[in-house]
């Protein structure tokens, strides 16, 4: 069975930081590409950061110098280091793993809150 578990949101204030984790277990994480979307209410899911299998990685512009991909191969786990965080950062957010031999294997975490507030 395979399971991504998002975990380390919360409400911060402006300007503050959070580590998001998605562990995985059900998967040869090596082969994944992961990345992190977010969702705020009303609007489309998108992108924030992706990393590689290789472990090349990029983050979205809104984020960018802000937010920082990176994994544990060792952990099965993928994490999102945000810092300077802000209201419109606020949103729900989701791990994604898609195999890097079969673009159709997909699969998403249940997703984790996150509060930026005063």
């Known amino acids: 069975q395979v399971q991504l578990v998002e975990s380390g949101g919360g409400l911060v204030q402006p300007g503050g930081s959070l580590r998001l984790s998605c562990t995985t277990s059900?998967?040869?994480?090596?082969?994944?590409?992961m990345a992190w979307f977010r969702q705020a209410p009303g609007q489309q899911r998108e992108l924030v950061a992706h990393?590689?299998?290789?472990?090349?990685?990029d983050v979205a512009d809104s984020v960018k110098g802000r937010f920082t991909v990176s994994r544990d191969d060792n952990k099965n786990t993928v994490y999102l280091d945000m810092s300077s965080l802000k209201p419109e950062d606020t949103a729900a957010y989701y791990c994604?793993?898609?195999?890097?031999?079969?673009?159709?294997?997909?699969?998403w975490g249940q997703g984790t809150q996150v509060t930026v507030s005063s």
């Open positions: 994604n793993a898609r195999n890097v031999y079969d673009a159709g294997v997909i699969y």
């Open positions: 059900g998967i040869t994480f090596r082969i994944y590409t």
């Open positions: 990393i590689t299998e290789g472990g090349y990685r």
